[in-house]
């Protein structure tokens, strides 16, 4: 990577122009054409310096409801756990740990009761009780790593 792709890293972190032409924009910023910028950005996607490119949404003020999941799976059960786990639209993240409860996962839905319901489904479908644990007070962080 040099000075140039550092650029783009640091303005596509925290301050990505929502239009319709934001490659453009970035650009015009940093004085490259959209060509140089979406090159760029492609050649860093498929070296895995960039894993993905996407916003992110306050759910609660769209009106969604969120949750943490523990669930202690045994060895055996493990691929068919995160299988179904992973088959549902509201799973953000899956993670996997080296404790008693060895599997966490981030649950999105609409509401308390959804959230409650599914993972009851899960908990069926899986023979593994799923313990929802949701936030008391919300704490974010923003996460910007300059480069």
Known sequence: MDATDRAI???IQSHFPIES??????????QLTETEVLDRIRRLQDRGIIRRLGANFDSRRL???TT??????PPEKLEEFVEVVNSYQGVTHN?????A??????????????IERQLQEITEKTG???YNFPAIRLFKIRAEFKV
């Open 9 to 11: 890293l640091n303005e």
């Open 21 to 30: 032409r934001p490659y453009a924009t970035i650009g015009e910023r940093l």
């Open 63 to 65: 009106g969604y409801m």
């Open 68 to 73: 943490l999941c523990g669930a202690k799976v």
């Open 95 to 99: 993670y996997l740990r080296r404790h």
């Open 101 to 114: 409860f060895n599997v966490w996962f981030t649950f999105i839905a609409g509401s308390e009761e959804a």
């Open 128 to 130: 593994v009780k799923v």
